[in-house]
Structure formats: C-alpha cells, structure tokens
C-alpha cells in the first residue's frame, strides 16, 4: 500500500496531492484566498526565486514564509537546483540572450551561476538548505543536479555521482539543523538519470540509502527535450516513471515532479506516485484551455487503471478551448457539474470575451476553474 498522507506542522496532506505552483510565491492571477476557494491545500514554491527576488533572511524576519503569504497550509520548497539548469542550458528567454558558458557551470561545491541582477552567485547543497529553514518551509528539498536526456553518457555519469553527493550534504545539515526542533520539516531528495534506466536505479539506491523522506522524480518525464521557445511537451515517459516508482519502498512518499496532464497524473497514481505538481493548469488557464467534466468540452481523454490493486476503475474528462468560435453565443457554465466561482457566475460567452481581451479578471476566474477541476480529479484519484 502506498502512502496515505503525509504530517506536517500546517496540516497533513491527504494523498494523492496535486500542489500548484506559486513560483516567485504567486500562484499566477489568483491569491492565496481563491487558492482555498479552489480547494487547494497545499502549494509548491521556489526557493530560489524567493532568495533572489526578495532574500530568505527577510522572510524569516518578517516570522516566515506562511505569515508572509498569509497561507496556513503545507508548503513545499524546491531545491533551485532546477532554475539553475535551466540557465546553465538554456537561453535566457526574457533577453534572447544566451548566457556565458563559463560563468553558468556547476561543480562538487555547487552550482554557480550569473543571477538577474549580474552578479554571481553561488548555491550549495548547505546553502540551499539554509535558505529554506530561513522560509520555514514544509518539506524542503535537497540541491539536486539535473541532466539532459541528450548529453553524453559520461556527462549523465557524472551529473549522477555529484547529485548524490550534494544529496549526502544537503542531508548531513539539514539534520545537524533541525536537531533541535520540535517539530522537523520534511526532507526529499531528488532521483536523477535522464532516460537511461539504468543510471536512474543507481541514481535511487544511492539516495535510498541517506534515507531520505520524500524521493521525487527528477529532470524531464518526457520522452524529448521540449522546446523552450513554445513549451511544447513532446510525449510523456510512462515507461521511465513506473520503473522509477518501483525502485522507492512505499511507506516513502513519491512525488512525480512537473507532472503533469490529469489522465498522466491518473497513470502515475496507478503506478504509486502520490505528490504531484505542474503549471499546466494555472498556464492553460490563461489559453483559454479548460479542464471540464466528460461530455462538457470538446476531446475526451480517460484512464482506465491497470494497476493489480485497483484493476477496471475509469476516470475521463474532457478539454474545452474556449476562444473557439463554437462558444461565441454559448451561455452555459464552462462546467455545468462545477461549483467554482466561475462556473457559479460567469457564461462562457462571457469568459471568452475576457480571455480573448486578456483581462485580468477572465484569467482569474478560467485559473481559479482549472484549479478546481484539478482538487476534484485528486479525490477521484484517492478513491
Ligand atoms: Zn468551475
């Protein structure tokens, strides 16, 4: 039996859990207060956005991260060691300016890098803890090292063996930190190994034996790059994330991170993964793009569940592109099975006409519509 929930000192979370993004501590468009309305009960956030935008020592001045969201609910942190690799390898999309390759790099010590302000900056296994006991994070992360799918096998080597060790680190003083605590935050580690199965059992092992609490599924769960410049994610590895999830004991929890669409989220819940984040909703939102209940939308999309446990359960919704013409002169909640404030208030005549004008306040009601569908598909899941 896989997890049923997880205690933290703001609540526990029930599993299977999908938390939103509340990158640089926003989840886009909406507040924290029409998060709770969605039903949202716990969110991830981004260590190091927080650190560079407006500095941990601050928030642990102000009493902490929940104080200064004003969000009393779990909050998961991330390492940063994502954004960093998104920067060692990626043009920097605000600029179309591609940083220096010799002042992004990473070594055993960490990860170095130019920040948005140009200075350098450097982030290590110990700092990025440190930085997420000034948040006073819920389960907090240690620094990992993702890799490309298409860098060499000795380069995926070698990101491998320094993502343990900056695991091992991060481990050693989170614990000496947290000693004296009453109640300890959370810690995960993050498995790494591109698509190469066998560097990502290596890559488990290794981290199975710090004997970490959270063990997430780290880099790309996709079967090719996407493209940076459209976002596109080009199919989803099935094969890689169930292998994966076989490799973690069930009484740890497993968090599929980035993952994903609600019918991949159904297939990783199947395959025992029970934590889950992703901007797809909150950003799909923003398209016009819906989650709605079956026969409600346009294209249908299900799971049936294979998982010897749970054999035969189906669960199916439909996708509604609300700037189609087809909805010009349509007065009908986006989901007449919804009880969101939109669908509660507004016709999809109207949220059309406020999405294809980028109003604010449309945005606000399609995210707020896209994180309910999202709550309600989680307790679908946990039955
Ligand atoms: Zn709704």
């Known amino acids: 039996m896989t997890k049923k929930s997880i205690k933290t000192k703001h609540g526990d979370i029930q599993l299977p859990a999908f938390m939103p993004d509340a990158t640089y501590g926003s989840i886009r468009m909406i507040s924290f207060s029409d ?8 969110i991830v956030t981004t260590t190091l956005h927080i650190e560079q935008k407006i500095g941990s020592l601050y928030i642990k001045d102000f009493g902490g991260i929940h104080k200064f969201f004003g969000w009393d609910r779990p909050i998961l942190t991330d390492s940063g060691g994502w954004q960093v690799f998104s920067l060692i390898n990626h043009k920097n999309r605000n600029t179309n300016k591609k940083h220096s390759d010799n002042k992004n790099f990473y070594t055993e010590a960490g990860c170095s890098f130019i920040d948005e302000t140009g200075k350098q900056f450097l982030l290590t296994p110990e700092s990025s803890i440190q930085i997420q006991l000034n948040l006073g994070s819920d389960i907090m992360t240690a620094l990992d090292n993702p890799i490309s799918n298409d860098s060499s096998l000795k ?3 070698d990101a491998v063996k320094i993502n343990t060790l900056w695991a091992k680190r991060a481990k050693k003083y989170f614990d000496k930190e947290v000693e004296k605590f009453p109640d300890r935050p959370l810690l995960g580690a993050v498995i790494q190994g591109a698509n190469d199965f066998e560097l990502r059992k290596i890559s488990a092992c290794d981290l199975l034996e710090l004997d970490f609490d959270v063990y997430n599924y780290g880099g790309m769960p996709l079967h090719s790059p996407i493209s940076w410049l459209t976002e596109s994610p080009i199919g989803f590895n099935r094969e890689m994330l169930h292998y994966v999830a076989d490799l973690i004991p069930n009484e740890k929890v497993k968090y599929a991170m980035g993952v994903g ?10 395959a025992g993964w029970n934590l889950f984040d992703t901007v797809l909703p ?9 989650y709605v209940s079956e026969g409600q939308g346009e294209d249908t999309k299900e799971y049936s569940f294979i998982n010897k446990k749970i054999i035969n359960k189906r669960v199916a919704y439909d996708v509604l592109h609300l700037k189609s013409k087809r909805y010009e002169f349509d007065e009908k909640p986006i989901d007449e099975n919804c009880d969101c404030e939109a669908c509660k208030t507004v ?24 994180l309910r569908f999202y709550s309600k598909w989680m307790e679908l899941l946990k039955r």
């Open 155 to 157: 380069l995926r080597r």
């Open 261 to 270: 669409q609600p019918d991949d989220i159904a297939y990783c819940v199947d």
């Open 347 to 370: 016709g999809r005549a109207y949220l059309r006409y406020l999405i294809r004008l980028k109003d604010p306040s449309g945005f606000r009601l399609a995210t707020i519509h896209n």
């Open 282 to 290: 909150t950003r799909n939102a923003r398209h016009g793009y819906l």
């Open 35 to 42: 998060a709770k309305l969605a039903c949202v009960s716990e």
